[in-house]
T-cell receptor, first 114, second 111 residues
């Protein structure tokens, strides 16, 4: 079965530094998402992306966050100036139609901000 | 405010028995509900979807029910196996296809 791939699997950074998390969604999917999950807590929606623009974003997705699809395959999440509370597992997901169908998740990037 | 509740305590089930997990919600009228499985350090994996006008869905050993009057979904795994041990997440979707997630229930199947 096709997979969503994420890199790196672990990222350690100093507070205030910029990080870019990378994702390769499933090739024929059209809707892309970023979620995060703080250890032991709920999966939280950050942003959805379709047709090269953000379609929805949550309150968590403030000005420190941005997403980009720089080419036909990659989908990135940038955090400009990381804070301690940004430490979490970040999951990329994709779906074909953006309706109620299932999401395909990557294995995540564990971000640790020191 | 919208609230989704799943059993926060781990559910311990003997191998071969049926495991039943609960997802309750308040202040919300979902158009559909999904169940996912999550293993430690991994992303959620989709299992089943049930729409608001459906009462029950089955897939192999899995069964999901959806009661919009009780505001509850039940997720059953029959003939449970140790490999079914994982955290199971329910996610509710609205008419804009935005998902709200429960915190998950950890299921442990003992041999």
């Amino acid at each position: 079965e096709p997979e969503v791939t994420q890199t790196p699997s672990h990222q350690v950074t100093q507070m205030g530094q910029e990080v870019i998390l990378r994702c390769v969604p499933i090739s024929n999917h059209l809707y892309f998402y970023w979620y995060r999950q703080i250890l032991g807590q709920k999966v939280e929606f950050l942003v959805s992306f379709y047709n090269n623009e953000i379609s929805e974003k949550s309150e968590i997705f403030d000005d420190q966050f941005s997403v980009e699809r720089p080419d036909g395959s990659n989908f990135t999440l940038k955090i400009r100036s990381t804070k301690l509370e940004d430490s979490a597992m970040y999951f990329c997901a994709s779906s074909l139609t953006g309706t109620e169908e299932k999401l395909f998740f990557g294995s995540g990037t564990q971000l640790s901000v020191l | 405010s919208q609230k989704i509740e799943q059993n926060s305590e781990a559910l311990n089930i003997q191998e071969g028995k049926t495991a039943t997990l609960t997802c309750n919600y308040t202040n919300y009228s979902p158009a559909y509900l999904q169940w996912y499985r999550q293993d430690p350090g991994r992303g959620p994996v989709f299992l089943l979807l049930i729409r608001e006008n459906e009462k029950e869905k089955r897939k192999e050993r899995l069964k999901v029910t959806f009661d919009t009057t009780l505001k509850q979904s039940l997720f059953h795994i029959t003939a449970s196996q140790p490999a079914d041990s994982a955290t199971y997440l329910c996610a509710l979707g609205d008419s804009n296809y935005q998902l709200i997630w429960g915190a998950g229930t950890k299921l442990i199947i003992k041999p």
